[in-house]
T-cell receptor, first 115, second 116 residues
Framework: DQQVKQNSPSLSVQEGRISILNCDYT??????FLWYKKYPAEGPTFLISISSIKDKNEDGRFTVFLNKSAKHLSLHIVPSQPGDSAVYFCAASGHSGAGSYQLTFGKGTKLSVIP | ETGVTQTPRHLVMGMTNKKSLKCEQH?????MYWYKQSAKKPLELMFVYNFKEQTENNSVPSRFSPECPNSSHLFLHLHTLQPEDSALYLC???????????????FGSGTRLTVV
């Protein structure tokens, strides 16, 4: 049972336009949501996070929006740059069904920014 | 250099071999993690160590055996693996287990393991 879902395996965006990556979750007990970026042959890199008590967090070109009622979050990148091309993982932290506190990842969305 | 170093970067092993993956961090973190990334699957948490003590084992088969001799080093010992164990194995660290889930983990580049 996947608790964090990224339903779009890939996304292509023109340079300069907005990239919107989506993520849905099922566990209402998650307390933090995070986005990671991964280039080929490298490990994931922490990008931005948001507390479950907030609905928006912004850091430069990156903004994460959280809609708790819909159990949905999104990452907006504007303007998109070719260097943003990578796989983006959505993750959520909280207690798992077994009671342990951990980070749960989605499958990732591959973003391609076209020059 | 990410601060978390994994060796080797690539490993090919037979099903009867014994090998070990190594992870080292110089960030002063106290929690370390092993994750597995298989094709088209989410990152799967395998083991968690907090202050050198194992705190999580997510139903990982016994052919995977972790070892954490100190807060800076983490090993994953591999024995009689199956071809379906072929995957990218990622090590990560955080200040402490709970804080890491809020501020993010620092990941290594991973070991690409192929079992033949």
């Amino acid at each position: 049972d996947q608790q964090v879902k990224q339903n779009s395996p890939s996304l292509s965006v023109q340079e300069g336009r907005i990239s919107i990556l989506n993520c849905d979750y099922t566990n209402s007990m998650f307390d933090y949501f995070l986005w990671y970026k991964k280039y080929p042959a490298e490990g994931p890199t922490f990008l931005i996070s948001i507390s479950s008590i907030k609905d928006k967090n912004e850091d430069g070109r990156f903004t994460v929006f959280l809609n708790k009622s819909a159990k949905h979050l999104s990452l907006h990148i504007v303007p998109s740059q070719p260097g943003d091309s990578a796989v983006y993982f959505c993750a959520a932290s909280g207690h798992s069904g077994a009671g342990s506190y951990q980070l749960t990842f989605g499958k990732g969305t591959k973003l391609s920014v076209i020059p | 250099e990410t601060g978390v170093t994994q060796t080797p970067r690539h490993l090919v092993m037979g099903m009867t071999n014994k090998k070990s993956l190594k992870c080292e961090q110089h960030l002063g973190h106290n929690a370390m993690y092993w994750y597995k990334q298989s094709a088209k699957k989410p990152l799967e948490l395998m083991f968690v160590y907090n202050f050198k003590e194992q705190t999580e084992n997510n139903s990982v088969p016994s052919r995977f055996s972790p070892e954490c001799p100190n807060s800076s080093h983490l090993f994953l010992h591999l024995h009689t693996l199956q071809p379906e164990d072929s995957a990218l194995y990622l090590c990560a660290s955080s200040q402490e287990r709970g804080q890491g889930a809020r501020y993010g983990y620092t990941f290594g580049s991973g070991t690409r393991l192929t079992v033949v």
